[in-house]
């Protein structure tokens, strides 16, 4: 799809480049809204979250197995109100200006965010599934340590995934210069479609139906 600035000129990502992506930039007063908009957003997502961080952090009353994947998930969304701006930029811009070594970071970064929270909801729903089905054995079988090494295991296998594919070149390929593309590549995209929303998603289901 060709954008137009206000003036009907097309303009590109990066005009002394042949290959450049074209700047798909909207009216200005569009832009605007969508920028004031994902400010908003991303502001509001950070001061939520870190209110979570230091009530369950300060109160020693609060450091139940529960809890403390509660203070796993908004220290995950927390981090996604950071990422938010640049990807607002790059959705309203249709422009990566950052470069491709921080376009890997970036895209390692936005999937362990989004697999982590998942995978954090996850381990909620289990949580809930024994205390409700089985809340004599509760107290044995989740417990504040158990709780701690399976989100740093959870953590550290969304990071693992992440930067695998943020480091494989096959990953993704660049229909132009000044592009930043999730991905291109069809097994990493049904292998990430598969372990980071379509499997934590069902156990979740499944689980909430018990």
């Not at 997502?45 to 009530?55: A, E, G, Q, R």
């Not at 197995?65 to 908004?74: E, F, G, H, R, V």
Request: charged share 10%.
């Amino acid at each position: 799809m060709v954008y137009e600035t206000e003036d009907h000129e097309i303009q590109y990502c990066f005009p002394a480049i042949n290959s450049s992506c074209i700047w798909g930039k909207h009216f200005r007063h569009e832009s605007n809204i969508m920028y004031i908009f994902f400010s908003l957003l991303s502001v509001w997502t950070v001061f939520l979250n870190l209110l979570v961080i230091i009530s369950i952090s300060h109160f020693k009353k609060l450091h139940t197995p529960t809890n403390l994947i509660i203070l796993s998930l908004a220290v995950a969304d927390m981090l996604v109100g950071f990422v938010m701006p640049i990807e607002a930029t790059r959705l309203i811009e249709m422009c990566w200006y950052f470069g491709d070594t921080f376009c890997g970071l970036f895209l390692a970064l936005t999937g362990l965010l989004i697999s982590a929270s998942l995978y954090n909801l996850t381990l909620i729903a289990v949580d809930r599934y024994v205390a409700v089905c089985h809340p004599l054995l509760y107290q044995k079988k989740i417990t504040t340590t158990k709780t701690l090494i399976i989100i740093c295991i959870c953590w550290m296998w969304s990071s693992a995934f992440n930067i695998s594919f943020a480091t494989d070149p096959s990953s993704r390929t660049h229909g132009c210069y000044g592009e930043c593309p999730f991905m291109s590549n069809f097994a990493w995209s049904m292998t990430d479609l598969f372990l980071s929303f379509l499997f934590p998603c069902t156990v979740i289901i499944i689980l909430y139906l018990k």
